[in-house]
């Protein structure tokens, strides 16, 4: 039988979801934590790549078991599991769902601290210049998104991609008054190696004078890298949201 799985993790201390030769990863924990439990060999395959250090509020995975999962299986899996990866949800699912390519739609967001918290130091990226953002360019630069198709400015270089196509339905700021923390929020079918944290960095530089908007309109129009890119770090970025049609 198939599994689908909810879960969410802190991904300060791994290399990122996919399974790395010499280095932690999200997948490879669960993994082995469900070949524990289960006493066999269980591969699990996720519904996409987060990079080092990006975390998950709402992460999506199927795996195969030898029929029906045991009654304790999330209290068991879970405390296999270190505290930072937490699984929620086991879901029977048809035999051909697939984790990843059945997701139509998946959502980000990324969080930017106003003042320095050392309880957000791992998820929010302290920004102390936060005085000198222009938000209405800020906001204009999101805005601007919206009206493309594709987005090789904002990919990482020797990603392996000759697609650069993806359907954004959200790319907006929520600035709330009088809290600490700036939040970017983006909701597309597909997402580019590195996309989120360019684009973040891209409306940072514009909001403080380093790019004009009109060079963020010209590097979609021509499909070209940006000068002055910036990539933000990866603390700040969670997962929020997958969607399928079933």
Known sequence: ?????????????????????N????????????????????????CGRTDAGVHA??????????????KTFLNGVNSILPPDIAIHEARPVHA??????DAFERSYAYHISLRKDPFSTEMAWFYPNY????????????????HY?????????????????????RASWEIPEGAHEMIFHITANRFLRGMVRLIVGA????????????????????????????????HGLFLTAVHYPY
Request: charged share 25%; hydrophobic share 35%.
């Open 1 to 21: 039988m198939r599994y689908f799985l909810t879960l969410s993790y802190l991904g300060t201390r791994y290399s990122g979801w996919q399974i790395q030769p």
């Open 57 to 70: 509020r709402y992460y999506v995975a199927h795996f195969d078991a030898d029929g029906a999962l045991p």
């Open 203 to 234: 409306c940072i530089q514009v909001a403080t004078g380093k790019l004009d908007l009109n060079d963020v309109k010209r590097a979609l129009d021509e499909q070209k890298t940006l000068k002055k890119s910036l990539s933000v770090p990866p």
């Open 96 to 101: 051909e769902a697939h984790a990843r390519f």
């Open 23 to 46: 280095a932690p990863s999200v997948q490879e924990t669960l993994e082995q934590a469900l070949s524990t439990l289960l006493r066999r060999n269980t591969e699990i395959t996720g």
């Open 149 to 169: 198709q594709a987005f090789s400015p904002f990919c990482k270089t020797h990603s392996g991609v000759d697609n650069y196509g993806c359907d954004l339905k």
């Open 131 to 146: 005085r000198a953002l222009d938000l209405q360019k800020l906001k204009e630069t999101a805005e601007l998104l919206l």
